[in-house]
């Protein structure tokens, strides 16, 4: 097994060691204390900004419109531990080949007790299943991803002709992954982090 293979099954062990539900369309509950990881709805985006907001706050994540997390609602996963949604990450594609981990968060009651894992397992499951090979992130918790397989990267992780492609994009996450000058407050003391699936 690669060594990217035995972080994820190390997150999938640890998951299940907390009895995660780590399958796509299997989003029933188990035994407590249980977390359980399914895709978001929309009556999710009000809870998923609330989680949101005070990272934006301190500038850890990128701060969006509501209209944003409706349009993008279809990227998210969710984590819910007692019936409650206590995480949630996206999965943005972002070219044929690339995806990028997004607005990663858990509440500060359940940190460190494998939620963020549980879902960066099922971004990465869905990353693969949707036919990527890479995953891209912008994070400061750069210990995290480097236990899950990220390694930093300088520069781009594009070639010239999809940087150009991508240049076209609206997206403020698009415009942040470019490493843009008009975003680049936005991302000081971020890691650039790629993994290769
Ligand atoms: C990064 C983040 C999502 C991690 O969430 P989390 O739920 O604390 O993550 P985990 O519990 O799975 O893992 C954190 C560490 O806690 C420990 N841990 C994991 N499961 C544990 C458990 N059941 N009990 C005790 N400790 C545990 C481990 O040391 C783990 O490190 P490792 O798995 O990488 O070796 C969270 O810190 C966060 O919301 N950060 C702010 C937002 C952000 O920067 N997001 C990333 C950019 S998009």
């Known amino acids: 097994m690669s060594a990217t293979g035995s972080v994820d099954a190390a997150a999938r062990v640890r998951g299940t060691r907390y009895a995660a539900e780590v399958a796509e369309q299997t989003p029933e509950s188990v035994a407590a204390p249980s977390v359980t990881v399914r895709p978001a709805r929309t009556a999710d985006v009000r809870t998923i900004r609330s989680l949101v907001a005070p990272l934006a706050e301190r500038r850890v994540l990128l701060q969006k419109e509501a209209v944003a997390y409706y349009e993008s609602v279809g990227d998210f996963t969710v984590a819910e531990v007692g019936g409650r949604v206590v995480g949630c990450g996206a999965l943005h594609v972002l070219w044929e080949d690339l995806g990028e981990v997004r607005t990663l968060a858990v509440d500060d009651s ?50 010239p002709a999809v940087y150009a492609e991508l240049l076209r994009s609206y997206d403020e996450g698009v415009a942040e992954f470019l490493d843009l000058e008009r975003v680049k407050p936005n991302t000081l003391g971020n890691t650039r982090m790629l993994r290769v699936l």
């Open 110 to 159: 359940v940190l460190g007790q494998g939620v963020g894992s549980a879902l960066l397992a099922r971004l990465v499951e869905r990353a693969r299943l949707l036919g990527l090979s890479r995953l891209f992130c912008l994070t400061f918790e750069t210990a995290f991803f480097g236990r899950h397989g990220f390694e930093p990267i300088d520069g781009q992780a594009v070639e």
